[in-house]
C-alpha cells in the first residue's frame, strides 16, 4: 500500500512560505485590480525550456513572457548566499529587478541589473510602482 507514497518535502519554514503567500496575495490583487501588467509566480522556474534554479517569488510580464522582478526570502545568515544567487539570476536572464527580505531583521535590499551591489533598506519596486514591504507583515 505504501508503494504509492510520494514524499515531498521542503527546507523552508512556515514564516517562510508564510511571507511568500502574502507577497503573492498582494502581488496577484495588483495585477486582476489593473495596476500591473506582471503576474505574480510562487517558486517557478525562470526558463521553462530547461530546469533552472527557482525564486521564492517572480513577477513575469504575461505578453513578453519575460521575468521583470525576482524576490527571495531569507533569514540574516542566507543573506549573503541569496545575495548571490540573485545577482546571477538577474545576469543569466536579464532580470532587471530584485529584491532579498531578511525576515529576522526585517530588512529589505534592492537591487538592479546595472549596478551588483544591493541598496539595504529599499523596497519600492519600480516595476510596479509599489513598496513590496507593504504586503508584509
Known amino acids: 500500500?505504501?508503494?504509492?507514497?510520494?514524499?515531498?518535502?521542503?527546507v523552508a519554514s512556515r514564516r517562510h512560505q508564510a511571507i511568500i503567500t502574502q507577497l503573492i496575495y498582494g502581488l496577484t490583487g495588483l495585477y486582476k485590480n489593473g495596476h500591473t501588467g506582471l503576474f505574480p509566480y510562487?517558486?517557478?522556474m525562470i526558463d521553462e525550456g530547461q530546469t533552472s534554479p527557482v525564486p521564492d517569488v517572480m513577477l513575469v510580464d504575461l505578453v513578453s513572457?519575460?521575468?521583470?522582478?525576482?524576490i527571495e526570502i531569507t533569514h540574516t545568515q542566507g543573506v549573503k548566499k541569496d545575495a548571490q544567487k540573485l545577482r546571477e539570476l538577474m545576469q543569466l536572464y536579464d532580470v532587471p529587478e530584485g529584491f532579498i527580505y531578511d525576515y529576522r531583521q526585517n530588512i529589505w535590499y534592492r537591487f538592479d541589473l546595472s549596478s551588483p551591489e544591493g541598496e539595504m533598506g529599499n523596497s519600492y519596486c519600480r516595476a510596479i510602482d509599489e513598496n513590496l514591504s507593504s504586503f508584509v507583515d
Open 1 to 10: 500500500m505504501n508503494e504509492n507514497l510520494i514524499i515531498m518535502g521542503s
Open 65 to 70: 513572457d519575460l521575468t521583470k522582478v525576482i
Open 42 to 44: 510562487p517558486e517557478t
